[in-house]
């Protein structure tokens, strides 16, 4: 099993997307796409890119992976912070881009916010990866085990 950090926002898709993201999602908010609609969409081209390790994350994401969701500061309900646990039931690439399929979310109590997550990274107890959150471009990445095993040591599942 391997483990994904993905970074969502509360904008509007219709608002705020490329034509190539807004044909393939679901919205209507990208925060949605994983918490309503139980997916993660990057078009194409963009998952291909090199930035934050995306294009070799979904190259190795795979069923019964597992993300964790860490919602920036548009995400009213979920104010900068890591949320949820979502399992992946399935992947698909195709021309028009990479698609996860998740379970239903597993929402996480207490949320995780931004500055324990940065405060986890600088003390060792999170792996750097964990420091993009909050990074504007950055979306999809693989991260470490021991990251899933840490949240699950400081949260319970709702």
Request: glycine letters at 6%; aromatic letters at 10%.
């Given at each position: 099993?391997s483990?994904f950090?993905?970074?969502?926002?509360?904008r509007?898709?219709?608002?705020?997307?490329k034509p190539e993201?807004?044909?393939?999602?679901?919205?209507p908010?990208?925060?949605?796409e994983?918490?309503?609609h139980?997916r993660?969409?990057?078009?194409?081209?963009?998952w291909?890119?090199?930035?934050?390790?995306?294009r070799?994350a979904?190259?190795?994401?795979?069923?019964?992976?597992?993300?964790?969701l860490?919602?920036?500061?548009?995400?009213?309900?979920h104010?900068?912070?890591?949320?949820?646990?979502?399992?992946v039931?399935?992947k698909?690439?195709?021309?028009?881009?990479?698609?996860?399929?998740f379970e239903t979310?597993?929402e996480?109590v207490?949320?995780?916010?931004?500055?324990?997550i940065?405060?986890?990274?600088?003390?060792g107890?999170f792996?750097?990866k964990?420091?993009?959150?909050?990074?504007?471009g950055?979306?999809?990445?693989?991260?470490?085990?021991?990251?899933l095993d840490k949240?699950?040591?400081?949260?319970?599942?709702?």
């Amino acid at each position: 099993m391997s483990v994904f950090l993905i970074q969502t926002n509360g904008r509007e898709i219709s608002e705020d997307a490329k034509p190539e993201y807004i044909r393939g999602a679901m919205g209507p908010t990208f925060v949605d796409e994983p918490l309503r609609h139980h997916r993660y969409f990057n078009a194409a081209p963009y998952w291909k890119r090199e930035g934050y390790e995306r294009r070799a994350a979904w190259q190795a994401a795979t069923t019964g992976d597992t993300a964790i969701l860490y919602c920036s500061s548009s995400v009213e309900q979920h104010l900068t912070c890591i949320s949820h646990l979502l399992p992946v039931a399935d992947k698909q690439i195709d021309a028009n881009g990479a698609l996860l399929e998740f379970e239903t979310p597993i929402e996480i109590v207490p949320k995780i916010n931004y500055q324990e997550i940065q405060r986890l990274v600088n003390q060792g107890e999170f792996s750097e990866k964990m420091g993009y959150c909050g990074q504007q471009g950055f979306n999809f990445t693989q991260v470490e085990d021991s990251d899933l095993d840490k949240i699950n040591n400081l949260t319970s599942q709702v």
